[in-house]
């Protein structure tokens, strides 16, 4: 059975995986990711790829998952996140001296992948997928595809606006579906509004303590965030709904999420099924690994 050196790019860190082709993890471990700039990202991918050619000698391929807009034909990164040293890069070509096929896909699209593959979309042939952390990622999958748009740029879902009362550009850069839903925004505004620093995990314990402030704040996250998800059902009409994110783990969320819809008088909201990603942390490596094998037709 072959076997693949799979690559989660994050802009804190990247989780690096030796699988095979039924995507069982042989071997992990995760690594910071490195400063931007002079290509750091690229020497890292190169010495993670010969460290693990000298103990898997058989390694076939490497596939990668980065948070940018990939063009999945030439690797080519118009645009990125975190990851600075990617943009303006066709990593396929950057990466040929490895002497194995690459291939790359951007991270909303492979956690995507990861839930048609093994996940909570098996059965859909059409449905999105909204990533739920830092910002709001997404991916839309039609006729049993990623839809790629422009430069890969389809599933922008963060840079939606909901908002009237500002220009264009402030809209774009502070009012955005990411600036008022993202775990990220959630956080800040109980931070400020408390004068405290807790992290998000702080927060919901106080939660499930039923502090009434913080449930209200926390209530008002998760409104914003039903509108966005009911404004992209409208769009798209899926079959299913799925949202991935630390935040998606939360028992309270999509039962939520489900309410609002329910408020919506449209044939579409009684027909969609919404639902939390099932590969949760492993969906990088899982729908990296299953858009390098549709490439290569593995």
Sequence with gaps: MRKFLVLDIGGTSIKTAVMNERAEILSEKKLPTPATGDGAIFKVIREIFFKQKEIYPELSGLALSIPGAVDVETGYVSYAGAVLDVIGVKIKEELADLGVPVEVENDANCAALAEKWKGNAQDCENFLCVTIGTGIG?????????????????????????????????????????????????????????????????????????????????????????????????????????????????????????????????????KMKIQECKQKNKAGLIGALYHYQKMNEC
């Design 138 to 270: 997404g991916a839309i999958f039609s006729r049993n595809e990623i839809v790629h748009g422009v430069e890969g740029m389809a599933g922008e879902f963060g840079l939606m606006m909901l908002d009237t009362h500002a220009d264009i550009p402030e809209l774009l850069e502070q009012r955005n579906f990411s600036r008022y839903s993202s775990t990220w925004n959630m956080v800040a505004r109980l931070n400020k509004h408390f004068g405290e620093e807790k992290t998000g995990e702080e927060w919901f314990e106080l939660y499930d303590e039923q502090n009434a402030e913080v449930m209200e704040i926390i209530h008002s996250f998760y409104d914003r965030l039903s509108i966005g998800i009911i404004n992209l059902m409208h769009i798209f009409a899926p079959e299913k709904i799925v949202i991935g994110g630390g935040i998606s783990s939360r028992p309270e969320l999509i039962p939520y999420v489900k309410k609002q819809i329910a408020k919506v008088p449209t044939a579409i909201a009684t």
